[in-house]
């Protein structure tokens, strides 16, 4: 029983630790998968800003908010070559697992970008 108890303990933290880590890294697929929609929506010139954030959000699953989507580049093609857009979106990951929790401190940051060339 005791050594069931101690090999059973290491085992389950060692099984929430690969959940965690895999939710992460689903996670940030996930964001990075929105920041390809909302370039994608970006580089069409009649949509404005609020709608490719919204765009953006939708992709996210709930995963985002406006707030957390970021806009940056001219979406305007007066010349050739026409210019880039770059969307960048944001997260924070927090872990359920308490001691994978205190082991990277309370949550991760998580940032995704993607970048595409303004259609004419």
Do not use: W
């Amino acid at each position: 029983m005791v050594e069931f108890a101690i090999a059973g303990l290491l085992f389950f933290y060692m099984l929430f630790g690969i959940l965690d880590f895999g939710r992460a890294i689903f996670q940030y697929n996930d964001l990075a998968s929105s920041a390809r929609e909302g370039a994608r929506a970006a580089i069409v010139q009649s949509l404005t800003d609020d709608q490719v954030k919204d765009y953006t959000v939708q992709a996210s699953a709930g995963l985002l908010t406006t707030g957390d989507v970021t806009i940056s580049g001219s979406r305007t093609c007066n010349a050739v070559p026409c210019p880039t857009v770059t969307i960048t979106v944001q997260h924070t990951f927090t872990p359920i697992t308490p001691l994978i929790g205190n082991l990277i401190g309370g949550s991760i940051t998580m940032t995704a970008s993607s970048t595409m060339v303004v259609e004419q």
